[in-house]
């Protein structure tokens, strides 16, 4: 036998018994297994996954910084090449931003197709170069608008919060969400869902304002419209909740301060909103910068844990605010180390360290067992589940025609445009100075914020081509006949007082049948501002060069509520004229407006309104439009009077020395030029049909409402119908009246409606002196009207058991 003979048993034993391997090496790994169960492939490939593989899941980079742009070329960055080798990178943020933090402008930023090349040429150069080619998940700000270059520019939060429309915020969310995620955007910031209690604060805009339930009411629709029903859809984000949790009332009004608040408070104001974002199915939740009693929220596992998870049942991830992780060892102190930090936000719930170092350093603590065994494998779970419910690992890519095609379309401008109508407020109209008439001869239109495109749009909003934004000087001229004249004077600036022309104004108004100023704040940033590692801004003394007019916007806190350099100057000389004139304030914050009040006749609240704001603006001036926007937020007569929200729990509250202790203008106010009457109110228990059963969930309905509404002028017109309940002998304080059911409705001239609302067990509940959540037997007091002060009409029920 030679030796080929003797050899070929041997080969073929050996090919046959590597068969197998063989086989087995050709098949796919589970997780890449589109048809699998979602959960079976997690466990798949977490399985598979080195420590630092996970890690890279756990920390989300500065995005920005991952793509060049030398001309038209776009390339992948030699800091992402670097990054995506030492760090795994799974998660970027803010890829698409665009201001002067980001140093990204018209020029050196991406338009929406660019957006969208960019995005594919990050995930392809991950997929080919990482091992087990996990997609990269792409955070955006998404707070009224996508924050990037082309995109449709809404009002902010608080014009939002205005409309009293949560089906049209919803909209508008569907829009924002289908914008970045055509760009390669997957996850979007926001809704931001902080109570506005501390006016001073620098970022009331970003909020829907003062109260729990209009907060809630529109953190649900914004939810839904970012996510849909099926995150996969490849036209919806994954909606990233802001900032948990009360942040909005720091001592002093200073951005990120400490908040004390004791738990009732925390429980029945400032969590609510947040409970029910998560119940209207939010996947990713952001913690504050702030402690709440001491204990900073990036490191609070009663807030992550006992709350969050436990309490209602969370499923998403929890990502830290910018560098909160690393403000354990910082400005808090309560860490020695960066390492120590990190730790300490795993351990309290923190699944994600948004653009800090300090989960990098975690695998120094899981060397030294400082790791609780489990807790990394299951941060990394959270987002991976995430990214197989996205489809990421079958469709990594976007489609850049469609982004050039579908982004800031003829049909988003349309909803920017019926934002900016809805939230407009008309704070007082009296000598029936508006609307306005066409036929006028003259127009004076004054003031910083007449004819700025920036000024109008908000923090958080990318540069902006000219032409993409109208302003209300430019949607006055486009609304009036070409024969009418307008005079436009900018008089002043916002802040600055080197450049002042109250003469030119005065002079404009005397040659006007009417003058229209606007006036108020901005949180315009330009490249001269300075901003910390968080992307708040540094305020300027401006003593060596002449002030920007940014006074609101994060990092932009106040002492005083008044207007700013030389702009009630200005209004009290065109107003000394003689000429009819009407104030549109745009801004971010509630201002002094106790001069306007008191020898004004007309003041429309604008807010920052957004692309189509001028347009809006004119709409309402002129008649176009019928005005029916609400104050989400009280408008205090003086810092002194803060905080004067119309829900406290002082129930004796008396005049001060210097005046009275209301507000100015309370929460829901907002006025039309149409009038309404409110009759026939009704209220049926639903006690005896629930036959002795109890109320085993929260939703259980115990009482129906209703009440006939009627347009009783010439005008349709919408109306907002406000429903305010107070518990009448409660075991603990409550306050007096709070909102708990609302309906914005269209009525024609002369016709009426009945507007019905259902009261849950969730409505009429307390957290009793054991902090126990209870319905108490009882007398409640039902209101119902135009705002909180304005009341038509009052009935009670009672509650004949407890409810627990």
Known sequence: ????????????????????????????????????????????????????????????????????????????????????????????????????????????????????????????????????????????????????????????????????????????????????????????????????????????????????????????????????????????????????????????????????????????????????????????????????????????????????????????????????????????????????????????????????????????????????????????????????????????????????????????????????????????????????????????VIGPNANNIYNQLGDYTAPQAEDNIVTPLEGIKAKLPANVKVNYVKGCDIRDTSDVDITAAVKAAEASDVAVLVLGGSSARDFKTEYISTGAATVSSGKSEQLSDMESGEGFDRQSLDLLGKQLELLKAVAATGKPVVLVFIGGRPLNMNWPAENLNAIIYAWYPGQEGGHAIADVLFGDYNPAGRLPISIPRHVGQLPVYYNDRNQQKHAYVEGPADALYGFGHGLSYSSFAYKNLQIQSLEQGMKGQGASSAKTPLVEVSVEVSNTSAVPGDEVVQLYLHDEKASTVVPLKQLKAFERIKLKAGESRRVEFTLTKEDLMLYDASMKPVVEKGSFKVMVGASSRDIRLEGKFHMEQDYR
């Not at 506005?196 to 805009?205: G, H, I, L, M, T």
């Not at 304002?209 to 970012?226: H, I, R, T, Y």
């Not at 200073?254 to 429980?267: A, F, I, Q």
């Not at 469709?395 to 800031?408: E, I, L, S, T, W």
Request: hydrophobic residues 40%.
């Open 1 to 444: 036998m030679n030796t080929r003979t003797r050899l070929a048993p041997l080969i073929l034993f050996t090919v046959v018994n590597l068969l197998p391997c063989w086989s087995a090496a050709q098949q796919k790994p589970l997780y890449k297994d589109a048809k699998a169960p979602v959960d079976a492939r997690v466990e798949d490939l977490i399985g598979r996954m080195t420590v630092e593989e996970k890690l890279g899941q756990l920390v989300t980079h500065l995005g920005w910084e991952m793509y060049d742009k030398s001309g038209d070329k776009i390339s992948v960055s030699e800091k992402f090449k670097k990054a995506l080798a030492e760090h795994k990178v799974g998660n970027l943020w803010a890829t698409l931003r665009a201001d002067p933090w980001t140093q990204k402008t018209l020029a050196t930023g991406l338009n929406p197709f660019t957006a969208a090349q960019a995005t594919n040429m990050l995930q392809k150069y991950n997929l080919e170069h990482s091992r087990l080619g996990i997609p990269i998940f792409i955070a955006e700000e998404c707070p009224h608008g996508h924050m990037a270059i082309g995109t449709t520019v809404f009002p902010t939060a608080i014009g939002q919060g205005s409309t009293w429309n949560p089906k049209l915020i919803g909209r508008m969310a569907e829009t924002i969400s289908r914008e970045a995620r055509l760009q390669g955007g997957h996850i979007g910031y926001g809704p931001v869902l902080d109570l506005a209690r501390e006016p001073r604060w620098s970022r009331v805009e970003e909020t829907y304002g003062e109260d729990p339930f209009l907060n809630s009411m529109m953190g649900a629709a914004m939810v839904k419209g970012f996510q849909g029903s099926n995150i996969g859809s490849g036209v919806n984000v994954i909606s990233t909740l802001k900032h948990f949790t009360a942040y909005g009332v720091p001592e002093g009004g200073h951005n990120g301060g400490p908040v004390s608040v004791g738990l009732r408070e925390l429980y029945q104001s400032y969590l609510p909103p947040f409970k029910a974002a998560v119940e209207a199915g939010a996947l990713s939740i952001m913690t504050a910068y702030n402690a709440i009693d001491g204990v900073p929220c990036t490191a609070n596992p009663f807030l992550l844990k006992d709350i969050l998870r436990e309490q209602w049942g969370f499923k998403g991830f929890v990502v830290s605010d910018l560098g909160s992780v690393n403000g354990l060892a910082g400005n808090h102190g309560i860490a020695g180390s960066l390492a120590e930090a990190a730790t300490l936000a795993l351990h309290a719930g923190v699944d994600n360290d948004l653009g800090g170092t300090a989960y990098a350093k975690l695998g120094e603590s899981i060397k030294s067992n400082a790791v609780e065994k489990g807790r990394l494998d299951e941060a990394v779970k959270r987002v991976l589940k995430l990214k197989f419910q996205m489809g990421l690992f079958e469709n990594p890519y976007v489609d850049p025609g469609q982004a050039k095609k579908q982004v800031r379309n003829q049909a988003a401008i349309a909803v920017a445009r019926q934002v900016a109508q809805e939230s407009m407020i008309l704070l007082k109209n009296e000598k029936q100075t508006l609307p306005l008439s066409k036929q006028i001869k003259s127009i004076a």
